[in-house]
């Protein structure tokens, strides 16, 4: 018996965070651009929080997506 078409956990978490990586750098570029206020910690702030909002659009796009197909 073969094993090649076995997909577990760790592979499907591992695909979802190369789909949305783009998202969330994409996210983070533009978090850290427009910084949310004066300063370095408002970059990193503004950097996390549009990165994870990247993060969960491509991952809702990505599910619309196969959810059509």
Known sequence: ????????????????????????????MIGAWRGLGAGRGRRILGALVYGLAGFGLAFAGWWLYFRMI
């Not at 997909?7 to 750098?25: E, F, K, N, Q, Y």
């Open 1 to 28: 018996m073969s094993d090649i078409g076995i997909i577990t956990l760790s592979d499907i978490i591992i695909l979802v965070l190369a789909g949305c990586a783009p998202g969330l750098v994409i996210g983070a």
